[in-house]
């Protein structure tokens, strides 16, 4: 299947800082990028959808200028957290869908997760 | 509302055994329907996924999922689970009517334990 990454898999930042989360399909072209949220022992909760070369779309409850989404290439989509604080400690986890039908019914695939620790 | 139902928080199976986690949904018409799993500190793995045709469909490591409309369900299934089975598995439903720019809506996840 197609892969995703994310980088960093682990980031541990003081309160108050700026974290940039990568995501990259690797072998297939993604118009379409999505982020998510995961507390400990809880679904997958989307936080937005990130479209290449357009704003992002964010789900209700989640504050746009706090998570800031860029999607400026097929391949790349970041999430930056701006002025950590401590409840934005999470489990963040991108996913990709294929945008030229290459893998069929546009399938999500998703990268490993990024492991963010605000202190 | 689109929903994803797994109404056991935690499986637990002697290895050997035959495995169920069960899913339901809600959806407007006929939906896509997947299965993933999760290792801890891990990304979400695909496993399988019903799209159309037959209402049977295998997947990786030897999962099944069943489809049932008229029940509107599709319980994962394993014929003899493994120690290594054990995981967090997520059901997760997209509507047909998003087409394909719909969201995968997820299931709150059910924790298999495979006991040796």
């Known amino acids: 299947g197609a892969v995703v990454s994310q980088h960093p898999s682990r980031v541990i930042c003081k309160s108050g800082t700026s974290v940039k989360i990568e995501c990259r399909s690797l072998d297939f072209q993604a118009t379409t990028m999505f982020w998510y949220r995961q507390f400990p022992k809880q679904s997958l909760m989307l936080m937005a959808t990130s479209n290449e070369g357009s704003k992002a779309t964010y789900e209700q409850g989640v504050e746009k200028d706090k998570f800031l989404i860029n999607h400026a290439s097929l391949t790349l989509s970041t999430l930056t957290v701006t002025s950590a604080h401590p409840e934005d400690s999470s489990f963040y986890i991108c996913?990709?869908?294929?945008?030229?039908?290459?893998?069929?019914?546009?399938?999500?695939?998703f990268g490993p997760g990024t492991r963010l620790t605000v202190l | 509302a689109q929903s994803v139902a797994q109404p056991e928080d935690q499986v637990n199976v002697a290895e050997g055994n035959p495995l169920t986690v069960k899913c339901t949904y809600s959806?407007?018409?006929?939906?896509?329907l997947f299965w993933y799993v999760q290792y801890p500190n891990r990304g979400l793995q695909f496993l399988l996924k019903?799209?159309?045709?037959?209402?049977l469909v295998k997947g990786s490591y030897g999962f099944e999922a069943e489809f049932n409309k008229s029940q509107t369900s599709f319980h994962l299934k394993k014929p003899s689970a493994l120690v290594s089975d054990s995981a967090l598995y997520f059901c997760a439903v997209r509507d047909r009517g998003g087409g394909s720019q719909g969201n995968l809506i997820f299931g709150k996840g059910t924790k298999l334990s495979v006991k040796p």
């Open positions: 959806v407007s018409g006929n939906p896509y």
């Open positions: 019903y799209i159309t045709g037959d209402n």
């Open positions: 996913s990709a869908r294929d945008s030229a039908g290459v893998l069929e019914y546009n399938e999500q695939f």
